[in-house]
T-cell receptor
Framework: AQSVTQLDSQVPVFEEAPVELRCNYSSSVSVYLFWYVQYPNQGLQLLLKYLSGSTLVKSINGFEAEFNKSQTSFHLRKPSVHISDTAEYFCAVSDDGSNQGGKLIFGQGTELSVKP | KAGVTQTPRYLIKTRGQQVTLSCSPISGHRSVSWYQQTPGQGLQFLFEYFSETQRNKGNFPGRFSGRQFSNSRSEMNVSTLELGDSALYLC?????????????FGPGTRLLVL
């Protein structure tokens, strides 16, 4: 069965510092990987996704993630964070091994707290 | 384009009651999925509807049910509420049910069971 592990439940960081949020997945078939962000009292918004092709994917607000098949990882990075990046971040996976269209498996989330 | 809307936003019920939550997807989207979010269990998939048919179901008891209408709007129902059903219920829509589709989430309905 698929699973997603987010290795850090909370990541405190100072403004303008770099950050990495770690995500590992387990699946024996081709996967599609997503990072979603949830701001307080809101739903989830897609940050970026990996479907195929280039293993490095980027978002419009400076985040990037690299798909590493050998390490089954999809870590999220940002070289310089802002106060406004404070939110909870979720890594998610879907796969095509069982006709499970429409189903995302989420990690437990990482709370990113950016301090001035 | 309007986003995914969910009603009501907040709900308080007592144990044993039933509740119906509503989700209106983005115009043109045909797939609606439901997720339950709790501090302990995180985000868990409930079910997915596409073209008025349930296509996929998570590991939840039969008290949790849903349906989709011809205009793609969806409702989920929880009967005989338990304290543990207190959660944020999120609805997400996508154009199709292809695995690579981006799902667009609504703001959620926060259910408190007393």
């Amino acid at each position: 069965a698929q699973s997603v592990t987010q290795l850090d439940s909370q990541v405190p960081v100072f403004e303008e510092a770099p950050v990495e949020l770690r995500c590992n997945y387990s699946s024996s078939v081709s996967v599609y990987l997503f990072w979603y962000v949830q701001y307080p009292n809101q739903g989830l918004q897609l940050l970026l996704k990996y479907l195929s092709g280039s293993t490095l994917v980027k978002s419009i607000n400076g985040f990037e993630a690299e798909f590493n098949k050998s390490q089954t990882s999809f870590h999220l990075r940002k070289p310089s964070v802002h106060i406004s990046d404070t939110a909870e971040y979720f890594c998610a996976v879907s796969d095509d091994g069982s006709n499970q269209g429409g189903k995302l498996i989420f990690g437990q989330g990482t709370e990113l707290s950016v301090k001035p | 384009k309007a986003g995914v809307t969910q009603t009501p936003r907040y709900l308080i019920k007592t144990r044993g009651q039933q509740v119906t939550l509503s989700c209106s997807p983005i115009s043109g989207h045909r797939s609606v999925s439901w997720y339950q979010q709790t501090p302990g269990q995180g985000l868990q998939f409930l079910f997915e509807y596409f073209s008025e048919t349930q296509r996929n179901k998570g590991n939840f008891p039969g008290r949790f049910s849903g349906r989709q209408f011809s205009n793609s709007r969806s409702e989920m129902n929880v009967s005989t509420l338990e304290l543990g059903d207190s959660a944020l219920y999120l609805c997400a829509s996508s154009y199709g049910r292809v695995l690579q589709e981006t799902q667009y989430f609504g703001p959620g309905t926060r259910l408190l069971v007393l």
